[in-house]
């Protein structure tokens, strides 16, 4: 079994920050890439930020400059440093992890989704 939970989501006025955490726990092999999510009300859910094992990163254009993503392998755990907020990032954040999970003796790759959190940018 595997579980990813997000924590630090908020309420925020625009210009602020924060820093939402994710980590994944249980009968974890290796952790691929890990990465962010966010949906909007009435909105697709769209890509902000992802990471490699090796720390290569991805942005979506609307966040680059202001958010950064970060990991710790040891920790298994990712993170999203959000600078400069505005009322359009207000969504459910959601952490993806690409992971190896243990299996007998052997593993299986398998994506995994926290449960979400949210963050209220207000103007």
């Known amino acids: 079994q595997v579980q990813v939970v997000e924590s630090g989501g908020g309420l925020v006025q625009a210009g602020g920050s924060l820093r939402l955490s994710c980590t994944a726990s249980g009968m974890i092999f290796n952790i691929n890439d890990m990465g962010w999510y966010r949906q909007a009300p009435g909105k697709q859910r769209e890509l902000v930020a992802t990471i490699s094992s090796v720390g290569s990163t991805t942005y979506a254009d609307s966040v680059r400059g202001r958010f950064t993503v970060s990991r710790d392998n040891a920790q298994h755990t990712v993170y999203l440093q959000m600078n400069n907020l505005e009322p359009v990032d207000t969504a459910v954040y959601y952490c993806?992890?690409?992971?190896?999970?243990?299996?007998?003796?052997?593993?299986?790759?398998?994506?995994?989704w926290g449960q979400g959190t949210q963050v209220t940018v207000s103007s």
């Open positions: 993806n992890a690409d992971i190896q999970v243990e299996y007998e003796s052997d593993y299986v790759d398998d994506v995994f």
